[in-house]
């Protein structure tokens, strides 16, 4: 009894939620991509990329860091060296330890897909 109870309270100390979505297209944060998509301008196909960026959270007042989406896809575009992301993924991710009473916790959103590069039409 005193193991079962000692498991309860280790899963109850340390919780997390995840979701996910998928989108088509996301682009650098200082792209004009309606533009680009209207000139029907061609691209190459880099490869796989991702890229994470988090918010930390002490006590539920003090938070440092940057979890939004553009952060992560610019992650990933660095790494990848490429101007857009096609065929995307994104994950949300929610972390506490001893959530109810808020001591540390953290989000995370992480972006996968595909890097490309567009390129000058002549």
């Known amino acids: 009894m005193k193991k079962m109870l000692a498991v309860l309270v280790l899963v109850s100390a340390f919780s997390a939620c995840t979701s996910v979505g998928n989108l088509g297209i996301i682009a650098k944060s200082r792209a004009?991509?309606?533009?680009?998509?209207?000139?029907?301008q061609t691209f190459q196909e880099l490869g796989p990329v991702e890229g994470t960026a988090c918010r930390h959270f002490f006590f539920g007042i003090a938070p440092w860091g940057n979890a939004d989406i553009q952060k992560a896809t610019d992650r990933a575009l660095e790494k990848g060296?490429?101007?857009?992301?096609?065929?995307v993924t994104t994950t949300n991710s929610l972390y506490g330890f001893i959530p109810m009473y808020s001591i540390y916790s953290f989000t995370c959103t992480t972006v996968r897909g595909t890097a490309i590069k567009l390129q000058k039409n002549s």
């Open 32 to 40: 004009d991509m309606a533009s680009i998509l209207r000139s029907g």
């Open 81 to 87: 060296g490429g101007d857009a992301i096609i065929n």
